[in-house]
Protein backbone atom coordinates (compact mmCIF):
# COMPACT_ATOMS: atom_id res chain seq x y z
CA UNK A 1 0.00 0.00 0.00
CA UNK A 2 1.06 3.53 -0.52
CA UNK A 3 1.46 5.99 2.28
CA UNK A 4 -1.60 7.55 1.14
CA UNK A 5 -3.74 4.39 0.63
CA UNK A 6 -2.97 3.68 4.71
CA UNK A 7 -3.90 7.10 5.16
CA UNK A 8 -6.91 6.33 3.60
CA UNK A 9 -7.58 3.12 5.36
CA UNK A 10 -7.07 4.70 8.56
CA UNK A 11 -10.21 6.94 7.96
CA UNK A 12 -11.73 4.23 7.34
CA UNK A 13 -10.96 2.66 10.74
CA UNK A 14 -11.64 5.46 12.53
CA UNK A 15 -15.09 5.91 11.06
CA UNK A 16 -16.12 2.71 13.01
CA UNK A 17 -14.41 3.28 15.87
CA UNK A 18 -16.40 7.16 15.75
CA UNK A 19 -19.93 4.92 15.21
CA UNK A 20 -18.83 3.08 18.78
CA UNK A 21 -16.14 0.03 17.96
CA UNK A 22 -13.40 -0.44 19.80
CA UNK A 23 -10.41 0.36 18.07
CA UNK A 24 -8.98 -3.25 18.18
CA UNK A 25 -12.08 -4.73 17.16
CA UNK A 26 -12.00 -2.20 14.18
CA UNK A 27 -8.68 -3.21 12.87
CA UNK A 28 -8.90 -6.39 13.08
CA UNK A 29 -12.41 -6.32 11.38
CA UNK A 30 -10.37 -3.85 8.67
CA UNK A 31 -7.65 -6.36 8.63
CA UNK A 32 -10.24 -9.35 7.70
CA UNK A 33 -11.73 -7.55 4.86
CA UNK A 34 -7.88 -6.29 3.34
CA UNK A 35 -6.48 -9.86 3.43
CA UNK A 36 -3.84 -7.92 0.40
CA UNK A 37 -2.48 -5.79 3.33
CA UNK A 38 0.74 -6.84 4.46
CA UNK A 39 2.28 -6.51 8.23
CA UNK A 40 3.82 -2.48 7.54
CA UNK A 41 0.93 -1.28 5.82
CA UNK A 42 -0.98 -2.67 9.00
CA UNK A 43 1.46 -1.56 11.47
CA UNK A 44 1.29 1.84 9.82
CA UNK A 45 -2.48 1.98 10.09
CA UNK A 46 -2.45 0.87 13.18
CA UNK A 47 -0.13 3.73 14.52
CA UNK A 48 -2.07 6.49 12.48
CA UNK A 49 -5.39 5.34 14.32
CA UNK A 50 -4.14 4.86 17.70
CA UNK A 51 -1.81 8.72 17.16
CA UNK A 52 -5.21 9.91 15.77
CA UNK A 53 -6.98 8.75 18.81
CA UNK A 54 -4.41 10.53 21.21
CA UNK A 55 -5.23 14.11 19.56
CA UNK A 56 -8.84 13.20 18.29
CA UNK A 57 -9.47 17.03 19.43
CA UNK A 58 -6.82 18.76 17.90
CA UNK A 59 -6.66 17.22 14.70
CA UNK A 60 -10.32 17.38 14.26
CA UNK A 61 -10.06 21.05 14.73
CA UNK A 62 -7.23 21.39 12.36
CA UNK A 63 -8.94 19.46 9.95
CA UNK A 64 -12.21 20.91 10.30
CA UNK A 65 -14.33 18.14 11.40
CA UNK A 66 -14.64 15.20 14.12
CA UNK A 67 -14.84 12.57 11.82
CA UNK A 68 -12.14 10.02 10.50
CA UNK A 69 -11.33 12.07 7.01
CA UNK A 70 -11.51 15.48 9.33
CA UNK A 71 -9.46 13.74 12.48
CA UNK A 72 -6.79 12.34 9.23
CA UNK A 73 -6.25 15.88 7.72
CA UNK A 74 -5.85 17.36 10.81
CA UNK A 75 -3.43 14.42 11.15
CA UNK A 76 -1.43 15.44 8.31
CA UNK A 77 -2.13 19.02 8.67
CA UNK A 78 -0.11 19.12 11.91
CA UNK A 79 2.69 16.86 10.05
CA UNK A 80 2.91 18.83 6.94
CA UNK A 81 1.68 16.15 4.66
CA UNK A 82 -1.87 16.65 3.30
CA UNK A 83 -0.59 17.89 -0.59
CA UNK A 84 0.94 14.52 -0.87
CA UNK A 85 -1.60 12.16 0.71
CA UNK A 86 -4.96 14.16 0.17
CA UNK A 87 -4.37 13.85 -3.46
CA UNK A 88 -7.69 11.80 -4.93
CA UNK A 89 -4.87 9.30 -6.95
CA UNK A 90 -5.11 6.09 -6.77
CA UNK A 91 -6.37 4.42 -3.38
CA UNK A 92 -5.17 8.23 -1.73
CA UNK A 93 -7.72 10.08 0.01
CA UNK A 94 -10.06 12.72 -2.19
CA UNK A 95 -8.61 16.62 -2.23
CA UNK A 96 -9.04 18.25 0.36
CA UNK A 97 -12.54 20.43 -0.52
CA UNK A 98 -14.17 23.96 0.34
CA UNK A 99 -15.08 24.09 4.00
CA UNK A 100 -11.82 21.70 4.83
CA UNK A 101 -9.36 24.59 4.97
CA UNK A 102 -7.13 24.94 7.25
CA UNK A 103 -7.55 26.54 11.47
CA UNK A 104 -5.02 27.67 13.35
CA UNK A 105 -4.40 25.48 17.05
CA UNK A 106 -3.93 28.58 19.12
CA UNK A 107 -7.41 29.77 18.27
CA UNK A 108 -9.44 26.59 19.75
CA UNK A 109 -9.89 25.94 23.10
CA UNK A 110 -7.88 24.85 25.82
CA UNK A 111 -9.25 21.43 26.18
CA UNK A 112 -8.96 21.31 22.29
CA UNK A 113 -5.30 22.51 21.82
CA UNK A 114 -4.53 19.80 24.99
CA UNK A 115 -6.75 17.09 22.96
CA UNK A 116 -8.17 16.51 26.92
CA UNK A 117 -12.06 16.28 27.65
CA UNK A 118 -12.88 20.08 29.43
CA UNK A 119 -14.12 18.45 32.34
CA UNK A 120 -11.11 16.59 32.96
CA UNK A 121 -9.11 19.64 32.94
CA UNK A 122 -9.33 20.64 36.82
CA UNK A 123 -8.93 17.00 38.05
CA UNK A 124 -5.36 17.36 36.32
CA UNK A 125 -5.03 21.14 37.23
CA UNK A 126 -5.37 19.44 40.86
CA UNK A 127 -2.97 17.20 40.44
CA UNK A 128 -0.42 17.88 38.73
CA UNK A 129 -0.50 22.40 38.92
CA UNK A 130 1.84 24.09 36.55
CA UNK A 131 2.96 20.80 34.93
CA UNK A 132 -0.62 19.79 33.89
CA UNK A 133 0.35 21.41 30.12
CA UNK A 134 3.14 19.29 29.79
CA UNK A 135 1.84 15.95 30.91
CA UNK A 136 -0.83 16.51 28.37
CA UNK A 137 2.05 17.30 25.50
CA UNK A 138 3.56 14.14 27.12
CA UNK A 139 -0.36 11.97 26.69
CA UNK A 140 -0.25 13.01 22.81
CA UNK A 141 2.87 11.02 22.10
CA UNK A 142 3.24 6.88 21.67
CA UNK A 143 4.29 5.31 24.98
CA UNK A 144 7.73 3.82 24.96
CA UNK A 145 7.58 0.08 25.11
CA UNK A 146 9.83 -1.27 28.58
CA UNK A 147 10.73 -4.47 29.65
CA UNK A 148 11.38 -6.40 33.29
CA UNK A 149 14.07 -8.18 33.37
CA UNK A 150 13.45 -11.39 35.08
CA UNK A 151 15.84 -11.21 38.00
CA UNK A 152 15.49 -15.01 39.01
CA UNK A 153 16.81 -16.15 35.21
CA UNK A 154 18.63 -13.70 33.65
CA UNK A 155 20.65 -10.08 33.62
CA UNK A 156 20.05 -6.85 31.83
CA UNK A 157 23.17 -7.07 29.74
CA UNK A 158 22.56 -11.35 28.70
CA UNK A 159 19.12 -10.28 28.11
CA UNK A 160 20.23 -7.45 25.51
CA UNK A 161 22.60 -9.58 24.05
CA UNK A 162 19.68 -12.35 23.52
CA UNK A 163 17.53 -9.46 21.97
CA UNK A 164 20.23 -8.17 19.93
CA UNK A 165 20.73 -11.49 17.99
CA UNK A 166 16.78 -10.91 16.99
CA UNK A 167 17.60 -7.29 15.88
CA UNK A 168 16.03 -5.82 19.01
CA UNK A 169 17.37 -3.17 19.98
CA UNK A 170 17.20 -2.45 23.97
CA UNK A 171 18.97 -0.12 26.29
CA UNK A 172 19.14 -0.23 30.58
CA UNK A 173 17.07 2.67 31.84
CA UNK A 174 19.26 4.76 34.03
CA UNK A 175 19.11 3.61 38.08
CA UNK A 176 16.56 1.03 37.12
CA UNK A 177 18.77 -2.11 37.15
CA UNK A 178 16.50 -4.95 35.98
CA UNK A 179 14.54 -2.33 33.00
CA UNK A 180 15.23 -2.16 29.84
CA UNK A 181 13.49 0.39 26.76
CA UNK A 182 13.10 -1.30 23.31
CA UNK A 183 14.25 1.29 20.90
CA UNK A 184 14.05 -0.62 17.34
CA UNK A 185 11.71 -3.52 16.59
CA UNK A 186 9.44 -3.23 19.44
CA UNK A 187 7.01 -5.57 18.04
CA UNK A 188 9.21 -8.41 17.64
CA UNK A 189 9.27 -9.11 21.88
CA UNK A 190 6.57 -10.94 22.30
CA UNK A 191 8.14 -13.43 19.58
CA UNK A 192 11.51 -13.37 20.62
CA UNK A 193 12.96 -16.17 22.35
CA UNK A 194 13.98 -13.70 25.49
CA UNK A 195 10.43 -13.39 25.97
CA UNK A 196 9.26 -17.22 25.15
CA UNK A 197 11.99 -18.30 27.82
CA UNK A 198 10.46 -16.47 30.05
CA UNK A 199 13.20 -13.88 30.48
CA UNK A 200 11.74 -10.91 30.32
CA UNK A 201 7.92 -9.44 30.65
CA UNK A 202 6.61 -6.24 29.09
CA UNK A 203 6.13 -3.70 31.84
CA UNK A 204 5.84 0.05 32.62
CA UNK A 205 8.97 1.23 34.13
CA UNK A 206 6.62 3.43 37.44
CA UNK A 207 4.72 -0.46 37.81
CA UNK A 208 8.27 -1.56 38.08
CA UNK A 209 9.41 1.16 40.47
CA UNK A 210 6.24 1.02 42.75
CA UNK A 211 7.20 -3.07 42.97
CA UNK A 212 10.62 -2.45 44.07
CA UNK A 213 10.07 0.54 46.48
CA UNK A 214 8.30 -2.50 48.41
CA UNK A 215 12.01 -4.12 49.66
CA UNK A 216 9.76 -7.34 49.50
CA UNK A 217 12.28 -10.32 50.90
CA UNK A 218 12.40 -14.01 49.85
CA UNK A 219 9.62 -15.84 51.19
CA UNK A 220 7.17 -12.98 52.29
CA UNK A 221 3.44 -13.91 51.59
CA UNK A 222 1.67 -11.56 49.26
CA UNK A 223 -1.71 -11.24 48.38
CA UNK A 224 -2.50 -9.82 44.80
CA UNK A 225 -6.02 -8.68 45.61
CA UNK A 226 -7.02 -7.05 42.11
CA UNK A 227 -4.82 -9.45 39.77
CA UNK A 228 -5.83 -9.48 36.51
CA UNK A 229 -3.41 -10.91 33.80
CA UNK A 230 -0.75 -10.78 36.62
CA UNK A 231 1.77 -8.48 35.60
CA UNK A 232 2.72 -7.26 39.31
CA UNK A 233 2.03 -10.83 40.89
CA UNK A 234 4.73 -11.84 38.55
CA UNK A 235 7.30 -9.24 39.38
CA UNK A 236 6.87 -9.69 42.95
CA UNK A 237 6.81 -13.60 42.43
CA UNK A 238 11.07 -12.80 40.66
CA UNK A 239 11.57 -11.34 43.75
CA UNK A 240 10.83 -14.40 46.03
CA UNK A 241 7.37 -13.80 47.02
CA UNK A 242 4.90 -16.14 47.65
CA UNK A 243 2.09 -14.72 45.75
CA UNK A 244 -1.13 -15.26 46.09
CA UNK A 245 -3.38 -13.78 43.13
CA UNK A 246 -7.19 -12.98 43.57
CA UNK A 247 -9.93 -11.37 40.91
CA UNK A 248 -13.58 -10.47 41.13
CA UNK A 249 -13.89 -11.87 37.62
CA UNK A 250 -11.14 -14.89 37.49
CA UNK A 251 -11.21 -14.91 33.70
CA UNK A 252 -8.79 -12.25 34.02
CA UNK A 253 -6.52 -14.50 35.06
CA UNK A 254 -5.83 -17.35 32.93
CA UNK A 255 -3.21 -15.89 31.46
CA UNK A 256 -1.35 -16.09 35.23
CA UNK A 257 -0.19 -20.02 34.98
CA UNK A 258 1.50 -19.92 31.58
CA UNK A 259 3.10 -16.68 32.46
CA UNK A 260 4.15 -18.02 35.89
CA UNK A 261 5.43 -21.34 33.99
CA UNK A 262 7.32 -19.09 31.35
CA UNK A 263 9.13 -16.80 33.79
CA UNK A 264 9.86 -20.60 36.70
CA UNK A 265 8.02 -18.93 39.29
CA UNK A 266 4.85 -20.37 41.21
CA UNK A 267 1.67 -18.50 41.73
CA UNK A 268 -1.13 -19.83 43.97
CA UNK A 269 -5.10 -18.30 43.39
CA UNK A 270 -7.72 -17.72 45.27
CA UNK A 271 -11.26 -17.69 44.61
CA UNK A 272 -13.73 -14.74 46.51
CA UNK A 273 -15.63 -16.83 48.39
CA UNK A 274 -12.11 -18.75 50.27
CA UNK A 275 -10.70 -14.93 50.91
CA UNK A 276 -13.02 -14.35 54.34
CA UNK A 277 -11.21 -17.39 55.33
CA UNK A 278 -7.40 -16.97 54.20
CA UNK A 279 -4.68 -16.61 56.27
CA UNK A 280 -3.36 -12.77 56.63
CA UNK A 281 -0.52 -11.75 54.10
CA UNK A 282 2.50 -9.89 55.28
CA UNK A 283 1.37 -7.86 52.04
CA UNK A 284 -1.71 -7.35 50.49
CA UNK A 285 -1.45 -5.62 47.11
CA UNK A 286 -4.37 -4.15 45.85
CA UNK A 287 -3.69 -2.74 42.23
CA UNK A 288 -7.51 -1.18 42.05
CA UNK A 289 -9.47 -0.72 38.70
CA UNK A 290 -8.88 2.77 37.76
CA UNK A 291 -9.68 5.60 34.93
CA UNK A 292 -6.23 4.75 33.94
CA UNK A 293 -5.63 8.43 33.55
CA UNK A 294 -1.55 7.83 33.84
CA UNK A 295 -1.58 5.57 30.82
CA UNK A 296 -3.60 7.08 28.17
CA UNK A 297 -1.08 7.21 25.83
CA UNK A 298 -1.10 4.19 25.36
CA UNK A 299 -5.10 3.55 25.46
CA UNK A 300 -5.96 6.98 24.13
CA UNK A 301 -10.27 5.97 23.34
CA UNK A 302 -10.44 5.51 27.20
CA UNK A 303 -9.91 9.23 27.88
CA UNK A 304 -12.72 9.77 25.44
CA UNK A 305 -15.02 7.55 26.89
CA UNK A 306 -14.40 8.37 30.42
CA UNK A 307 -17.26 9.92 32.20
CA UNK A 308 -17.82 11.84 35.65
CA UNK A 309 -20.40 9.17 36.50
CA UNK A 310 -17.75 6.73 35.51
CA UNK A 311 -15.00 7.88 37.77
CA UNK A 312 -17.72 8.35 40.70
CA UNK A 313 -18.45 4.49 40.11
CA UNK A 314 -14.55 4.01 39.99
CA UNK A 315 -14.29 5.51 43.72
CA UNK A 316 -16.83 3.78 45.48
CA UNK A 317 -15.15 0.37 43.87
CA UNK A 318 -11.65 1.59 44.82
CA UNK A 319 -12.85 2.07 48.41
CA UNK A 320 -14.85 -1.22 48.25
CA UNK A 321 -11.41 -3.58 47.42
CA UNK A 322 -9.22 -1.23 49.63
CA UNK A 323 -11.65 -2.42 52.96
CA UNK A 324 -11.55 -5.79 51.49
CA UNK A 325 -7.44 -5.65 51.17
CA UNK A 326 -7.20 -4.09 54.87
CA UNK A 327 -9.05 -7.25 56.34
CA UNK A 328 -6.55 -10.07 55.33
CA UNK A 329 -3.53 -8.10 56.03
CA UNK A 330 -1.16 -9.59 59.41
CA UNK A 331 -0.53 -7.44 62.34
CA UNK A 332 2.59 -5.56 61.31
CA UNK A 333 2.48 -6.42 57.44
CA UNK A 334 1.33 -3.90 54.84
CA UNK A 335 -1.66 -2.88 52.97
CA UNK A 336 -0.39 -1.24 49.30
CA UNK A 337 -3.04 0.65 47.29
CA UNK A 338 -1.86 1.71 43.57
CA UNK A 339 -3.64 2.70 40.33
CA UNK A 340 -2.10 4.09 37.41
CA UNK A 341 -4.31 7.05 37.52
CA UNK A 342 -3.13 11.00 38.30
CA UNK A 343 -6.35 11.85 39.44
CA UNK A 344 -6.68 13.04 43.48
CA UNK A 345 -9.97 11.36 43.36
CA UNK A 346 -8.62 8.14 43.06
CA UNK A 347 -5.65 8.70 44.67
CA UNK A 348 -4.89 10.25 48.16
CA UNK A 349 -8.54 11.43 48.88
CA UNK A 350 -9.27 7.22 48.36
CA UNK A 351 -6.59 6.50 51.53
CA UNK A 352 -7.66 9.75 53.05
CA UNK A 353 -11.48 8.61 53.07
CA UNK A 354 -9.97 4.53 54.15
CA UNK A 355 -8.04 6.66 57.31
CA UNK A 356 -10.95 8.75 58.38
CA UNK A 357 -13.03 5.26 58.91
CA UNK A 358 -10.54 2.38 59.30
CA UNK A 359 -7.96 2.09 62.86
CA UNK A 360 -5.11 0.57 63.02
CA UNK A 361 -3.26 1.41 60.02
CA UNK A 362 -0.54 4.20 58.89
CA UNK A 363 0.44 5.94 56.19
CA UNK A 364 4.49 4.87 55.77
CA UNK A 365 4.82 5.78 52.11
CA UNK A 366 2.90 7.87 49.11
CA UNK A 367 4.49 8.60 45.64
CA UNK A 368 2.70 9.78 42.62
CA UNK A 369 4.74 9.69 39.10
CA UNK A 370 2.92 12.56 37.18
CA UNK A 371 3.03 10.45 32.94
CA UNK A 372 7.14 11.32 31.86
CA UNK A 373 8.89 10.33 28.59
CA UNK A 374 9.69 6.92 30.20
CA UNK A 375 6.75 5.67 31.85
CA UNK A 376 3.18 5.62 32.69
CA UNK A 377 1.40 8.01 35.68
CA UNK A 378 1.12 5.71 38.87
CA UNK A 379 0.23 6.12 42.40
CA UNK A 380 0.61 4.36 45.48
CA UNK A 381 0.71 4.26 49.06
CA UNK A 382 2.00 1.93 51.97
CA UNK A 383 0.15 1.83 54.61
CA UNK A 384 1.28 -0.03 57.58
CA UNK A 385 -0.83 -2.00 59.87
CA UNK A 386 -0.52 -2.05 63.82
CA UNK A 387 1.78 -4.82 65.00
C1 LIG B 1 -5.71 -2.42 37.31
S1 LIG B 1 -6.38 -3.95 36.91
C2 LIG B 1 -5.17 -5.07 37.50
C3 LIG B 1 -3.88 -5.11 36.72
C4 LIG B 1 -2.93 -6.18 37.23
N1 LIG B 1 -2.69 -6.08 38.65
C5 LIG B 1 -1.60 -6.17 36.51
O1 LIG B 1 -0.57 -5.73 37.05
O2 LIG B 1 -1.57 -6.65 35.37
C6 LIG B 1 -7.65 -4.10 38.10
C7 LIG B 1 -8.30 -5.47 38.25
O3 LIG B 1 -9.19 -5.39 39.36
C8 LIG B 1 -10.23 -6.30 39.16
N2 LIG B 1 -11.31 -5.95 40.09
C9 LIG B 1 -12.33 -5.09 39.95
N3 LIG B 1 -13.09 -5.04 41.05
C10 LIG B 1 -12.54 -5.90 41.93
C11 LIG B 1 -12.87 -6.33 43.25
N4 LIG B 1 -13.92 -5.83 43.89
N5 LIG B 1 -12.08 -7.24 43.84
C12 LIG B 1 -11.01 -7.74 43.19
N6 LIG B 1 -10.65 -7.39 41.93
C13 LIG B 1 -11.40 -6.48 41.33
C14 LIG B 1 -10.55 -6.17 37.69
O4 LIG B 1 -11.19 -7.34 37.21
C15 LIG B 1 -9.16 -5.95 37.09
O5 LIG B 1 -8.62 -7.15 36.60
Known amino acids: MTPAARVAAAIEVLETIFEGATPEKSLTGWGRTHRFAGSKDRAAIRDHVFQALRCKA ?56 RDMPGWML ?24 FLRVNAARSTAKDVIASLAEENIVAVPVQNMGFTLQVIENERRVALSAAYEDGLIELQDTSSQHAISALNITKGQRVLDLCAGGGGKALAMAALGAEVTAHDIDPKRMVDIAPRAARAGVTIETVATENLATIEPFDIVFVDAPCSGSG ?66 FAIEQQVSIAPHALGDGFYYSVLRCAA
Open 58 to 113: SYGWLGGANTGRGVMLGAMRAAGQVDEMFTGVGHAPRDVEDGEEARLLKDAERWIQ
Open 122 to 145: PHFDAALGADSDDVFDILKDRAGV
Open 295 to 360: TWRRNPAAKWDLTAERLQELTTIQDEVLSQGAKIVRAGGALVYATCSVFEAENNSRIQSFMAVTSG
